[in-house]
């Protein structure tokens, strides 16, 4: 049975159980900042299970992507994998076990003709409810229903805190034993395969470890499709699965292998990119970045790891493209996110290949070439090309004699923090590197030196993500915002904050951070920045600086300007109302470049982050290739012409559900509660653009679009593989811009003697007619210097039988001192040159070894190395030609005549 056929098998069969069919959530679930990924069917609906939100059916089901990143490294075998497809239903305070237990049975064996002797079940070690259900009403024999504890999987828990349950385990015998008819799942994994998992959620876990039952009971079951593949194709492997064959068989043939009788080792790399290169296109396609930490680092290390993988199978030309297309192929009508999102995966991955390929290339060549044959007790060897290779080999030396002479054979964790540290060459590659050559890789040693590093990065940082957030938690009671209906509020003083400490009273003069009951001062969230203003207490003023938000609670960080503040006093909140426009202008600019954006340049377009600050704002965007200044241009005049329109800048309140179920926009990686706030920038009715924007967005607007005034794009530029930024600027702001631009424009104008609209055509005339001046200028000087070439080598000096030409010359760029001295070796045959010039008053040198000299031992770089010591400067070079600049022009006549010396005891040397 193909994939496609069990995916829609299960969704049908439960439909007509009367439960809802749900489509797949992005692999990043927004609104769960507690998980990278959707790692399992379920996490979509956490809020229905805690109570958060009302789904819109007490009954659902699904065939939810997932991602998992505790089996990256065994990916390769037969049955591991990082992204998969959980097929699930759910009930929410509906049915129970019963239900649970025998329409999962029904659909296996009778809708899926599954051998019910082939079947065997696990139940936790006290569900006497679950055993009997299995026994008398599905009618299993008792040796096929196996009592499990915890630790072997048969208990589910959201956390320490929360729901909990029982579990119910489906396996599958594939390796079908009659002399071992009582042999269970934990007996021989091998043998066993877990196909569906029923979580029967009907407890609440609390703190000191202890149950109540849950008002409501709850399913959760998930069931594996790639397993069911396996199951149902009669395979070994997930990897012989339709799901998996045709992605193989495409990367096999780019580097001439067979899956099926390949090597182990080959076997290995192959599955690795296709599981690999399956996943990444998902999780691109579902808004994740290349990075260094968090979800980009996770996508970046299958992206590494693939490529390390394509290389030792030999395949050199890029992969990583193709075998996205591939996956769009095979996978696209399901998940049609991945077709839309094509030209975003592919700029990604075209650019993190080429970059790491590189990066690849020097880990191999410092591993292979300095470091592994070390370890092997070998002396010298090949030395490496790699930039820096002589200070990492001091530094191998060193790491290795301070190893104990009894030390496992392995690379020290300490060196593979130097290759990462300086070189960007991943961990686990290093592994994987080592494992080649029978060696094994200190992890603890690297995570000991990745510790040291970070704790020198934590050094000074801001208070409040130290220890001390701890303080916050202990204020008890919560603040509540009023800011998106005014600017000024009455509120009492919660608490204030001193040097860490909770204090009752503070000074004039006194750094404080102040909490309020009740406050219109937005604290720094989404982007924004945070309300600066003031606090009026009958006792003294408090002059605040910033906002930020510690849980329930919001913190005005400030200093005590007059007076006195107490807890417990009452003060007059006002915020300040020219930094607040201006936040509220540029934040309402951000939705609508984001909206012109995605409209010029196309859907793939996502708000990867931004900085709203009062006078300017900064937007990254993913976007795999740089805009055009025409695209640019559109974007521009789009944004504009919505500002002129004066939109209405209108705000509701609404499930998330709802919002995203009327088009509103979710930012990557922004945390969501279950109601949110949408931000429509909507024509009223009749419609001329209709919704231009609509947005979750919890930061403060413009009223309308025409408040923003002026908008101009200040740059535009790459900050990452398929990320860009944008930075802004609108109002007075944008105004100042444009004026100091158009007044630079005039003078332009003034100095070339033309209007401004002719100042660009009178530019490029004037720097062609400049280049072809400096073309005939270096004619001139080149056929000057072939003229007195002649001339200086007939001056050759003898120098211990090495004939040496010394001279200054007047030539006016490096590139006619270079042609000089060529020209000078020609005509000398067999000697040293060394020329001199000052063009534009700094003195440059160049140093020219006949081959034959150079063999000998004579070399350019050093030279003219000890010559541009005597003008103040430096340089170097190769043995046969060398160049060099200096820093006192005064100095390079009697930095010429010590040539001769030079040369002469390099010589002698």
């Excluded at 799942?185 to 407890?203: H, K, T």
């Excluded at 045709?246 to 899956?259: P, V």
């Excluded at 702001?733 to 660009?760: C, I, K, N, Q």
Aim: charged share 25%; aromatic share 6%.
């Amino acid at each position: 049975m193909h994939s496609s056929e069990i995916r829609r098998a299960f969704t049908d069969f439960f439909v007509d159980k009367s439960h809802q069919a749900v489509a797949s959530a992005p692999l990043v679930a927004p609104g769960d900042p507690t998980l990278l990924f959707t790692s399992a069917g379920m996490v979509p609906f956490k809020p229905y299970f805690l109570g958060q939100a009302e789904p819109p059916n007490p009954r659902l089901t699904s065939v939810q992507k997932c991602f998992r990143t505790t089996d990256v490294d065994e990916v390769g075998d037969a049955t591991h994998l990082t992204m998969f497809e959980m097929l699930g239903n759910f009930s929410i305070g509906d049915y129970f076990k019963r239900e649970a237990i025998t329409w999962a049975w029904e659909f296996t064996t009778q809708v899926m003709g599954v051998p019910a002797d082939r079947l065997a079940v696990t139940v936790f070690t006290d569900d006497d409810d679950a055993y009997a259900i299995w026994r008398d009403d599905v009618g299993l024999p008792e040796n096929r229903i196996f009592r499990y504890g915890a630790d072997q999987g048969n208990y589910w828990y959201a956390g320490e805190e929360g729901p909990c349950g029982p579990c119910s385990e489906l396996h599958y015998d594939m390796q079908p034993n009659p002399a071992a008819p009582d042999e269970g799942p934990a007996d021989n994994e091998d043998r066993w395969l877990e196909i569906w998992n029923l979580v029967f959620m009907q407890f609440q876990c609390l703190k000191d470890g202890s149950k109540t039952p849950l008002p409501k009971e709850n399913i959760d079951t998930g069931a594996g499709l790639e397993r069911w593949a396996m199951m149902l194709q009669d395979t070994t492997s997930v990897y012989e699965t339709d799901l998996f064959a045709s992605l193989l068989n495409f990367i096999g043939a780019r580097c001439d292998r067979d899956h099926k009788t390949a090597s182990e080792k080959d076997q290995r790399a192959l599955r690795v990119i296709a599981e690999h290169g399956r996943a990444m296109t998902f999780l691109v396609s579902d808004g994740v970045i290349p990075s260094n930490e968090g979800r980009g680092y996770v996508l970046r290390r299958l992206i590494r790891r693939a490529l390390y993988m394509a290389q030792s199978l030999g395949i050199q030309d890029p992969i990583l493209v193709d075998v996205a297309a591939q996956v769009r192929d095979e996978m696209g009508d399901v998940y049609p996110e991945i077709r839309e999102q094509a030209a975003l995966t592919d700029g990604i991955l075209n650019q993190e290949e080429e970059r790491f390929r590189r990066t690849l290339a020097t880990g191999q060549d410092l591993l292979e070439r300095l470091i592994i044959p070390r370890l092997a007790g070998e002396t010298g060897g090949a030395s490496s090309t790699v930039a820096g290779a002589r200070s990492l080999s001091e530094t191998i030396d060193r790491i290795l004699a301070d190893l104990p002479d009894d030390a496992p054979a392995a690379i020290p964790g300490e060196i593979g923090f130097v290759l990462y540290d300086t070189y960007g060459f991943p961990p686990e590659l290093t592994r994987e590197v080592a494992a080649q050559h029978d060696l094994g890789f200190d992890a603890e040693g690297f995570e000991a030196a990745m510790a040291e590093q970070r704790a020198r990065g934590r050094a000074g940082r801001d208070f409040r993500q130290g220890s001390e957030a701890a303080v916050f938690a202990s204020i008890e009671g919560q603040s509540e915002f009023s800011g998106y209906s005014g600017t000024q509020d009455q509120a009492s003083v919660l608490a204030i904050v001193v040097d860490g400490e909770v204090v009752p009273r503070a000074e004039a003069g006194q750094e404080v951070d102040v909490v309020l009951t009740r406050s219109p001062f937005y604290p720094e969230g989404g982007g924004q920045m945070g309300d600066a203003g003031l606090l009026q207490a009958e006792q003294g003023e408090v002059e605040v600086r910033d906002t930020q938000a510690q849980g329930d609670l919001i913190v005005h960080i400030g200093v005590v300007r007059t007076g006195s503040i107490a807890t417990g006093d009452s003060v007059n909140a006002g915020v300040d109302l020219e930094r607040r426009h201006g936040l509220m202008r540029n934040h309402t600019a951000t939705h609508l470049l984001h909206a012109a954006l995605r409209q010029v340049l196309g859907d793939h377009v996502r708000q990867a982050g931004s900085l709203v600050a009062p006078d300017r704002f900064r937007f990254d965007y993913t976007q795999p290739e740089q805009p055009d200044a025409n695209q640019l241009a559109e974007v521009r005049t789009l944004v504009s012409a919505r500002i002129r329109d004066d939109i209405p800048v209108e705000t509701n309140e609404m499930s998330y559900e709802d919002a995203l179920d009327v088009g509103a926009t979710a930012i990557f990686g922004e945390k969501y509660a279950t109601d949110v706030r949408v931000v429509e920038i909507c024509d009223p009715d009749p419609h001329v653009h209709d919704c231009f924007s609509k947005e979750l967005c919890g930061g403060t607007h413009a009223p309308r679009t025409g408040f923003i005034g002026g908008f101009e794009i200040v740059s535009e530029g790459s900050v990452g593989a398929g990320l860009r930024r944008i930075e802004a600027v609108t109002g007075a702001v944008a105004d100042g811009w444009r004026a100091e631009r158009l007044a630079a424009l005039d003078s332009v104008a003034a100095l070339v003697r033309s209007t401004p609209l002719e100042a660009a055509a009178r530019v490029e005339a004037l720097q062609a007619e400049l280049s072809d001046s400096r073309r005939r200028l270096a004619e001139v000087e080149r056929q000057a210097s072939s003229g007195s070439a002649a001339g200086l080598a007939e001056q050759a000096q003898d120098v211990g039988g090495i004939s040496v030409v010394v001279s200054r010359v007047d030539v006016t760029s490096a590139d006619a001192l270079r042609e000089a001295g060529d020209e000078v070796k020609r005509q000398l045959g067999s000697g040293v040159v060394v020329l001199g010039a000052v063009p534009d008053d700094r003195p440059l040198f160049v140093a020219m070894v006949t081959p034959d000299l150079a063999e000998s031992g004579l070399h350019a770089g050093n030279i003219i190395r000890e010559v541009a010591k005597l003008a103040g400067g430096g340089g170097g070079g190769k043995p046969q030609m060398a160049q060099a600049g200096g820093k006192d022009a005064s100095k390079l006549d009697e930095a010429l005549s010590a040539v001769a010396g030079i040369v002469e005891a390099q010589r002698g040397g």
